[in-house]
């Protein structure tokens, strides 16, 4: 029998699907249909600004890389002996100090308390907006007091509105007559006189 012949590219992507490259596609920040416009231009912004980085972390890597090459060829040269002098066992004189007497615990001074404390004027803070919050101020209390007037104005139209009311009230009841229809007058003078006495208080 014939062999069969294979599809196209099957083939290939077997076989070469390990030693080929995908070609590098340029990253993308943020949405790719944006208007042209503020959003835009700050994803634009912020691209720059991340390839910029990867550039100076790669440029800094070369240096280093390089450094290090040189680090590793310069102490070759010198032998390590050359004055290097070796770590002294010395302590410190007030280190030392410390150390030889342990019974002694370390105090901080301690402020003198005899001496009172100085304080500071306070500053005042400026007050923004001062002569407006006074004249609101102003106009609040002469709101309150015109609204006192207006009600004590009303209490004494209701008190005056009432007596008069019980004034019309008694003098109806005086001019009834009695039981031979007569009025009666002990009954009219005494609400009379109570008028009088109102009128000549006032």
Not at 49 to 56: C, G, T, W
Not at 100 to 117: F, L
Not at 166 to 192: D, T
Request: charged share 40%; with cysteine; net charge positive.
């Amino acid at each position: 029998m014939a062999q069969k012949r294979k599809q196209d590219g099957a083939g290939d992507e077997i076989g070469t699907a390990g030693t080929t490259k995908k070609p590098r596609n340029a990253f993308s920040v943020g949405p790719a249909n944006l208007p042209d416009g503020t959003y835009r231009r700050k994803v634009q912004k912020i691209k720059r600004d991340l390839i910029h980085k990867a550039k100076v972390k790669k440029s800094y890597a070369k240096l280093k890389q390089r450094e290090l090459q040189d680090s590793h060829i310069c102490p070759s040269n010198i032998s390590p002996t050359a004055d290097v002098e070796p770590a002294g066992l010395e302590l410190h004189p007030a280190r030392q100090a410390m150390l030889n007497e342990p019974g002694k615990v370390h105090q901080e001074p301690v402020k003198s308390e005899d001496r009172p404390r100085e304080r500071k004027p306070k500053r005042l803070k400026p007050v923004p907006f001062s002569k407006e919050a006074r004249k609101a101020q102003q106009l609040k209390e002469e709101a309150d007091r015109r609204h006192k007037v207006i009600e004590e104005a009303n209490i004494q139209r209701q008190q005056k509105i009432e007596e008069r009311e019980r004034f019309r009230r008694a003098m109806a009841k005086a001019r009834i007559g009695g039981k031979n229809g007569q009025r009666k007058l002990g009954r009219e003078s005494r609400v009379l006189l109570e008028k009088v006495k109102r009128v000549m208080n006032e």
